[in-house]
């Protein structure tokens, strides 16, 4: 069974750092995509970074260029994503989903994807 945990929420002032884990079981990296989507209150969830192990694509979405960076330590079967410059407006549930679609460099879907419990980022202003 594909399993993913999240870690490394938190509280933190705008402008700050946060790493997010997620800690993969039951795969190995290279078998699916690992994708990092968000949802905020009253908001749709949405796809934040995707990442293939595999062959390398990245997708990141135009709100988290140059901010955000997705990475991975597959003997770890670890995935990671760096937020740095963060703003009230990344203040959200951010969730690890397995078996992510990467479509091109453009978008990324988790339709059929396996989803974690998520961890909260908070940035305060």
């Known amino acids: 069974e594909k399993q993913v945990v999240e870690s490394g929420g938190g509280l933190v002032q705008a402008g700050g750092s946060l790493r997010l884990s997620c800690l993969a079981s039951g795969f190995t990296l290279d078998e699916y995509h690992i994708g990092w989507f968000r949802q905020a209150p009253g908001k749709e969830r949405e796809a934040v970074s995707c990442i293939s192990t595999r062959d390398g694509r990245q997708f990141y979405a135009d709100s988290v260029k140059g901010r955000f960076t997705v990475s991975s330590e597959n003997a770890k079967n670890e995935v990671y994503l760096q937020m740095n410059s963060l703003q009230p407006n990344d203040t959200a549930v951010y969730y690890c989903?397995?078996?992510?679609?990467?479509?091109?460099?453009?978008?990324?879907?988790?339709?059929?994807?396996?989803w974690g419990q998520g961890t909260q980022v908070t940035v305060s202003s």
């Open positions: 989903v397995a078996d992510v679609a990467i479509i091109g460099n453009s978008d990324c879907s988790a339709d059929f994807g396996s």
